[in-house]
């Protein structure tokens, strides 16, 4: 199976400017994760994706926002980018069947930098 | 909440050498664990896992055992070879629906290289 890919993977962007990542989690997979990782803060959870509904979302503000389609594939937005929203943004697959607990498969990363 | 604890970094070591990672965590109901590594300029290898206390997780040399009465789930190897230099991570998930959904805790990761 292939496993779960991001595009793009490398980003510039400029303050104030909006951004949009794709994830495309493993075939059969229904639920997806987004995380960022800096190197002051780690790797810290964004929200959770399952059947197309937000089910779980970590502290962050507003600008950060995503979706779910039909076909489990995934977008993460970040408007008014901010400098310190520079940072290595990894997504996460896993077949989640109800609550069951599920392991995470992740994505290359997709690393943006903002200027 | 739930957290995991790493033990700091970096950690240099020479090819053939034992390798203990420390990992603690505090949790509320009864999580996995898991260890993931990240090589330089990549996303996250799931290394090993353990859903319940005893439970050993094992891959390619390296060994973990959930110890519920020590809240641990340290990361050893017998003896580590240059290609195993990366930042390991442990990381915890809890099954309690909610504000657990999808949603792994990180401890900080522990850079480790390995020197021929």
């Known amino acids: 199976k292939a496993g779960v890919t991001q595009t793009p993977r490398y980003l510039i962007k400029t303050r104030g400017q909006q951004v949009t990542l794709s994830c495309s989690p493993i075939?059969?997979?229904?639920?997806v994760s987004w995380y960022q990782q800096t190197p002051g803060q780690g790797l810290q959870f964004l929200f959770e994706y399952f059947s197309e509904t937000q089910r779980n979302k970590g502290n962050f503000p507003g600008r950060f926002s995503g979706r779910q389609f039909s076909n489990s594939r995934s977008e993460m937005n970040v408007s008014t980018l901010e400098l310190g929203d520079s940072a290595l943004y990894l997504c996460?697959?896993?077949?989640?069947?109800?609550?069951?607990?599920?392991?995470?498969?992740f994505g290359p990363g997709t690393r943006l930098l903002v200027l | 909440g739930n957290s995991v604890t790493q033990m700091e970094g970096p950690v240099t070591l020479s090819e053939e050498a034992f390798l203990t990672i420390n990992c603690t965590y505090t949790?509320?109901?009864?999580?996995?664990l898991f260890w993931y590594v990240q090589y330089p300029g990549e996303g996250l290898q799931l290394l090993l896992k353990a859903t319940k206390a005893d439970d050993k997780g094992s891959n390619k040399g390296f060994e973990a055992t959930y110890r519920k009465e020590t809240t641990s789930f340290h990361l050893e190897k017998g003896s580590v070879q240059v290609s195993d230099s990366a930042v390991y991570f442990c990381?915890?998930?809890?099954?309690?629906?909610?504000?657990?959904?999808?949603?792994?805790?990180f401890g900080q990761g522990t850079i480790l290289t390995v020197h021929p």
């Open positions: 996460a697959s896993s077949f989640r069947q109800g609550v069951y607990e599920e392991t995470q498969y």
């Open positions: 990381a915890l998930s809890v099954n309690a629906g909610g504000t657990s959904y999808g949603k792994l805790t």
């Open positions: 949790a509320t109901g009864y999580p996995s």
């Open positions: 075939s059969g997979h229904r639920s």
